[in-house]
């Protein structure tokens, strides 16, 4: 495995403010340059595909070189830190470098309520209670998203999602929605979201028949779209790579978990770890002997230094959700909670090596 750095000048971050300042809106941060230039054009429609999990390794390993997708590829870029859904659509929905909305992960915890939440389903932890009769991360961590901005400043901005009206459910209906909205009248920006190939390679690897079916099948409908529209620009990204794995459950080493306060949150391959006081040593000496090689093990100054979770002014719940240490995978070494945990997927991301932190940058015009 390559080890990678988050790379916050060349993100997906700076991809949200270059679609901000495309449709006239103040950006929140820096730009990317190689955007502002492809959009630079404005045609009357923008649309940006985020795939979830199609990094350059699973795009480079899945398709043909000379096949439509790859042979539109512009360039690479950076997921942030961690590569991984939650905090990675936030970002290019906000602008902001995960410690800037503080949607960390896929698991959170919330010192307000003192829970670690599954976000999306709004869940404590490994269980399906819910964690409030509210939804915890929108509500204490609310943030504007380049759709609200764009269509505050009377732009006009749309979502094609599974997640916001009218929800389209597959990918057919994806690509249907686009096409409705790029032959209605006006500049517009659309915002098309679909989980694969993540999902499927969750179950059965990156490089398997099904992740390679996935994909032409996804690859075979962008055509088709691209043939429909007219005065149309197309940019096609990922929120993350992913690689596959071998996991351990940290229930397994119970000297390392006594020295916890409680069970670590964010995702297995970046381990957000609240340390007793008093066992600091002992458990940093526990934790590098078990996973040394495979993980590693930064206290709060070395993270804040070092800006992982990025530049941004910090979103005022970031720090307090972060832990005294983070343990981040360099490996294929992942560190889940659970015994059951570890037999659920072979595909995973979050943690810093390139195939997870390098997603491509696909361009094309109609």
Partial sequence: ?????????????????SILKRFGVPPVGPTLPLADMLLEKHHRNTVVFLLDG?????????LEEDGFLRSHLVDTYYSVFPPTTVAATTSLLTGLD??????LGWDCYYP???????????????????????????????YKSIIERINDAGGMACYASPYQEPYPKTWKQIIDRVHELCVLPGEKFIYAYWEEPDHTMHNS??????????????????????????DTQIIITADHGH????????????????????????????????????????FERLFKEAFGEGYIL???EEVLNQNLFGKSEEHKQFRRMLGDYIGTAISDLTIYRTEKDVAKHIGVHAGLTEDEMVIPLISFSS
């Fill in 205 to 230: 690897g990156c490089f398997s028949k099904s992740t390679r079916r996935v994909l032409r099948r996804i690859e075979s409908r962008l055509v088709e779209l691209a043939e429909e529209l007219t």
């Fill in 112 to 142: 307000d309520i003192d829970k670690n939440v599954t976000v999306y389903p709004n869940t404590i932890q490994g269980t399906k209670e819910p964690a409030a009769d509210y939804p915890v991360a929108q509500t204490i961590c609310p």
């Fill in 243 to 282: 690689i596959n794995s071998r996991g351990v459950a940290l229930e397994s080493y119970p000297k390392i978990t006594d020295c916890l306060i409680r069970m670590p949150s964010i995702e297995p391959r970046a381990l957000n770890l609240f340390v007793k006081p008093g066992r600091e040593k002992e």
């Fill in 1 to 17: 495995m390559i080890k990678a750095e988050p790379h916050y000048e060349k993100c997906l971050t700076e991809m949200a403010n």
């Fill in 54 to 62: 199609m990094g350059k390794s699973v795009l480079e390993g899945n």
């Fill in 298 to 300: 930064m206290n709060r």
């Fill in 98 to 103: 995960p410690c800037g909305h503080s949607w």
